[in-house]
T-cell receptor, first 112, second 112 residues
Framework: SQTIHQWPATLVQPVGSPLSLECTVE??????LYWYRQAAGRGLQLLFY??????ISSEVPQNLSASRPQDRQFILSSKKLLLSDSGFYLC???????????FGSGTQLSVL | SQQGEEDPQALSIQEGENATMNCSYK?????LQWYRQNSGRGLVHLIL?????REKHSGRLRVTLDTSKKSSSLLITASRAADTASYFC????????????FGAGTRLAVHP
């Protein structure tokens, strides 16, 4: 069966520190992968999506970057975190029909 | 913005009552999806309705789509306390390359 793993669940980082959030998918090959961010009590903002290894599309200019070093691995990074990077980060992959998304459990990032 | 917008932002009802949430969007879509999010968790896909469909059912869920009005509604019948969550509509707009754009969500509270 298809599963998605996202870690860590919670992260507290000081301003200016680097960031690396990892997401891995099992049970499927060449999935479309997505990173979303959710501000408290708000909707989801699409940050990045990837249709294949090394292929990253950025939706909004920001302090973050994404990479896909392997088919089922998606990494969200920052060299220097800002206060405004705080939020709930969600990784997702598209199912076999490439329509509905399956989400990870999310990472609550607090930048202090 | 292509983003869907849910209405109301918050809804409070008693167990056994029906809950209706609405979603409006701005451009032509391929499909519209509804997701549920429990507090602090990832999103779970509920139902997908295609642009050529007008109504769809899944258990206690009923979704309608009116492409002429660019709107959709989600009805939860005979609500339960366990239905307490945020509900989001998401659209894949025509030519949107499988990018799912989410609205801000409706927070539903079902009281025992």
């Amino acid at each position: 069966s298809q599963t998605i793993h996202q870690w860590p669940a919670t992260l507290v980082q000081p301003v200016g520190s680097p960031l690396s959030l990892e997401c891995t998918v099992e049970g499927t090959s060449n999935p479309n992968l997505y990173w979303y961010r959710q501000a408290a009590g708000r909707g989801l903002q699409l940050l990045f999506y990837s249709v294949g290894i090394g292929q990253i599309s950025s939706e909004v200019p920001q302090n973050l970057s994404a990479s896909r070093p392997q088919d089922r691995q998606f990494i969200l990074s920052s060299k220097k975190l800002l206060l405004s990077d705080s939020g709930f980060y969600l990784c997702a992959f598209a199912g076999s029909t490439n329509e509905k998304l399956f989400f990870g459990s999310g990472t609550q990032l607090s930048v202090l | 913005s292509q983003q869907g917008e849910e209405d109301p932002q918050a809804l409070s009802i008693q167990e056994g009552e029906n809950a209706t949430m609405n979603c409006s969007y701005k451009t032509s879509i391929n499909n519209l999806q509804w997701y549920r999010q429990n507090s602090g968790r990832g999103l779970v896909h509920l139902i997908l309705i295609r642009s050529n469909e007008r109504e769809k059912h899944s258990g206690r869920l009923r979704v309608t789509l009116d492409t002429s009005k660019k709107s959709s509604s989600l009805l939860i019948t005979a609500s339960r306390a366990a239905d307490t969550a945020s509900y989001f509509c998401a659209t894949v707009f025509s030519g949107g390359y499988n990018k799912l754009i989410f609205g801000a969500g409706t927070r539903l509270a079902v009281h025992p």
